[in-house]
């Protein structure tokens, strides 16, 4: 069996990638395969398992292999969702990319995109952002019967604790100090997507991951596109609708339009990055499309020996790929403690 944990872009889809390797491993002798996408999942199924038993891995954007495993009961998935308003300001500290450049990039058309295509299969544990950070002991429970698995309290406790914010920010902060020794510049947008083949953190994963904290971030402009985009979405799933609350929106004519223009821009962008998950070979002449840099370099695992530095200017060269890991684009508990991954 597949698990497959394919939530939505910062909310909580590492930690439940975490937790269930963590279980996998400890009850099933479960096989983590990291991040895989819809093609890789495809190249994987025509070369046939190396053994038998559970795998895990994650993935955000949907694909036919992955809709086929769960139809065929192959594979079953993890989906977490968040207040899209919240996603799309921590995509921004972590992509180190502006709001009008996501938009461009059609990365929000993306998130509702993927809500849609994951909340319409079979065989889809979902859970809700805010409850797992308000109970992660009770997130934990929740995905071990998932699983079929009859794990007590004080286990669940333990995987709590064990993937905890205060635990995840010192695995990401023991990535920061060795990228900064390796000679790394953290400061360089194009050293942004270094991350730990192991958890799938990235050195920049966490940060406060407050609920509502996009109210103090957003421009009215911003709270516009928002609300156009995700009121209908918030309603459905019992957010607040309250985008555009005691604040002025820009409302000439001439306003209005531009916006109209940059959300079907966005939209043309999510439908291109789409039809290159699908046929990989047209993602080089996508990219441009797109705004992203050919030269762009995406996520890339750190070897446990990596000499390398990368941080020479815009042609950086990652350091050699870890076994079994590729570059990829991404497009993307405590036992006392309250916040599972803390977030981000």
């Known amino acids: ?57 994650k993935s955000h954007e949907g ?5 086929k495993a769960l139809a065929e009961g192959r594979a079953m998935a993890i989906y977490g969702y968040r207040d899209i ?3 799309v300001f921590s995509l921004m500290h972590k992509r180190g990319a502006t709001f009008e450049r996501l938009l461009r990039q059609g990365m929000i058309h993306q998130i509702l995109v993927n809500d849609r295509y994951w909340s319409k299969r079979p065989c889809v544990l979902t859970q809700r952002y ?22 007590s309290d004080a286990e669940a406790a333990e995987v709590a604790a064990e993937y905890s914010f205060q635990t995840n920010r010192r695995r990401t902060l023991e990535l920061v100090n060795r990228l900064r020794a390796e000679g790394i510049d953290l400061d360089n947008r194009s050293n942004l ?40 979405w918030l309603i459905a799933h019992d957010y607040e609708a309250d985008t555009l609350e005691g604040v002025e929106v820009p409302g000439r004519l001439r306003d209005s339009l531009r916006r109209e223009v940059e959300l079907a821009r966005g939209w043309s962008s999510c439908a291109l990055r789409c039809a290159s998950l699908h046929f990989p070979e047209t993602a080089r002449v996508v990219k ?43 497009h993307a508990g405590q036992s006392r403690a309250r916040n599972p991954v803390g977030v981000r």
Request: net charge positive; proline share 6%.
């Open 193 to 232: 997507q270094y991350y730990d083949p192991r958890t799938l953190l990235h050195w920049n994963h966490l940060r406060e991951g407050r609920s509502g904290k996009w109210r103090t971030d957003a421009t009215p402009e911003q709270r516009a596109v928002l609300a156009r985009l995700c009121d209908a």
């Open 85 to 87: 308003r919240d996603v």
């Open 130 to 151: 805010e409850v797992m950070i308000a109970d992660p002991v009770a997130g934990v429970m929740e995905l071990a019967s998932a699983l079929d698995l009859a794990i």
């Open 63 to 67: 694909h036919r292999g992955f809709a």
């Open 1 to 57: 069996m597949d698990v497959l944990c394919v939530g939505m872009y910062r909310a909580c889809s590492t930690w439940q990638y975490e937790v269930i390797a963590h279980l996998l491993e400890r009850h099933r002798d479960g096989q983590r395969l990291g991040y895989v996408s819809g093609a890789q999942y495809d190249e994987l199924a025509r070369r046939g398992r190396s053994r038998p038993g559970w795998r895990v891995l």
């Open 288 to 330: 441009p499309l797109l705004g992203i840099a050919p030269d762009e370099i995406g996520a890339v695992p750190v070897c446990p020996r990596a000499r390398i530095r990368v941080d020479r200017g815009r042609h950086a060269v990652p350091p050699p790929l870890a076994r079994g890991h590729h570059v990829r684009d991404e």
